[in-house]
């Protein structure tokens, strides 16, 4: 039997040259108590993700949100696959939920916020959250500048001023 440690590496490996389809099936192969280890359940989000397989996404990082209320990664993770599989205003949801259970501290929230704020309709509401994660993470507004989620308030951004 090969330990899920050594399944993990594979997997890694795997998805470093570009072979998802072998890391998906090496996940398949970590014995079921482990399954649903924090670790597993790590890599089996950004492998179900990177194969837009947003379902079996969804279910791995809500598991870990649910499990690390006040980590972000679990959040932003169910909220990046929940936006594919169902659509934004479920995203917004699961966000501003694991806003509340982590604060207003993250700037990747913020950023993300914005990006369906903007989607949305609500330029307002996006210019607020995107100057909050700017504020917090300067770089944030080099990214805005070339996110297409954002491009309908490029003039908007380009105008920000955080000196």
């Given at each position: ?16 040259l ?22 597993v ?7 179900y ?30 909220a ?84």
């Amino acid at each position: 039997m090969i330990p899920t440690s050594r399944h993990l590496e594979y997997i890694q490996g795997y998805v470093a040259l570009g072979l998802l389809n072998e890391a998906a099936a090496e996940l398949e192969l970590i014995a079921n108590e482990d399954r649903e280890s924090d670790e597993v359940l790590e890599i089996a989000i950004d492998v179900y993700s990177l194969q837009k397989r947003w379902d079996v996404a969804v279910t791995s990082a809500r598991e870990f949100a649910r499990r690390h209320p006040d980590e972000p990664k679990g959040w932003i993770s169910w909220a990046f696959a929940l936006r594919r599989h169902q659509g934004i205003p479920e995203a917004e949801a699961i966000l501003l939920e694991g806003e509340r259970h982590i604060g207003s501290t993250c700037a990747l929230i913020h950023y993300n916020l914005a990006c369906y704020r903007c989607q949305l309709g609500d330029h307002a509401g996006a210019l607020e959250r995107l100057e909050t994660a700017c504020r917090m993470e300067p770089q944030w507004k080099t990214a805005a500048l070339q996110d297409p989620d954002l491009a309908p308030m490029k003039d908007e951004i380009i105008a920000l001023d955080f000196t």
